[in-house]
């Protein structure tokens, strides 16, 4: 049992060390009424207001923080590919892999994996804040790692929120186009002419 003890405790101790870069953001929208949500067309349910669920631009901000385009921003930005061919070299399998011939440099699928096991998304019970967390064994890269996800996620809140008003614009555009200007096309009853101000 001592033994056992003894081998547990030094494989404990010589498990390598990681590092956690965290960040606490809050949505802008804390009713629960997004500036998305006041463009849409959508009306408001008052039960909404109160949800802590996150809606609107957060979500997106949210679902942006793992998404593939995120893993090929950090592959293609920072030297995650690098550290994770470190890391792989360094594990206990590396020389098995190399015997049976089955070692490869990681791709964006072992990017995505690392990325959905290391980063961790947690929201506060008191308020209305969420804690962002993101390990690795380099501190400075995981710090890197962190703000660049929390940039590129803001980022694409604001392209799709540009890109709902840009189409809620040239809906609104294609509508007026259609209206009849009915003073154009109305004859007025004093002088007998079309005109599109009014008669004295």
Do not use: K
């Not at 500036?35 to 942006?64: E, K, Q």
């Not at 609104?172 to 008669?199: F, M």
């Amino acid at each position: 049992m001592l033994l056992g003890w003894g081998l547990g405790a030094a494989l404990i101790l010589g498990w390598p060390r990681a590092y956690v870069a965290a960040a606490v953001v809050a949505p802008a929208e804390t009713s629960g009424i997004a500036v998305s949500t006041l463009i849409s067309a959508n009306s408001l349910a008052p039960g909404n207001l109160l949800d802590t669920r996150p809606g609107g631009n957060f979500a997106i901000y949210l679902a942006a923080l793992r998404s593939p385009e995120a893993t090929a921003m950090l592959l293609r930005e920072t030297p995650l590919a690098e550290a994770l061919a470190e890391s792989r070299a360094d594990g206990p399998l590396a020389p098995l892999r190399a015997a049976l011939g089955l070692d490869r440099p990681p791709d964006a699928d072992d990017a995505q994996r690392w990325l959905e096991r290391s980063l961790s998304v947690t929201q506060s019970l008191a308020s209305v804040t969420w804690t962002l967390e993101l390990a690795h064994a380099r501190r400075e890269l995981a710090l890197e790692l962190l703000a660049r996800l929390h940039d590129f996620a803001e980022r694409r809140v604001r392209e799709e929120l540009m890109a709902l008003v840009r189409r809620r614009v040239a809906t609104l555009e294609a509508r007026l186009a259609q209206e009849r200007d009915i003073y154009l096309r109305t004859p007025c009853s004093s002088c007998w002419r079309s005109t599109s101000a009014p008669c004295w």
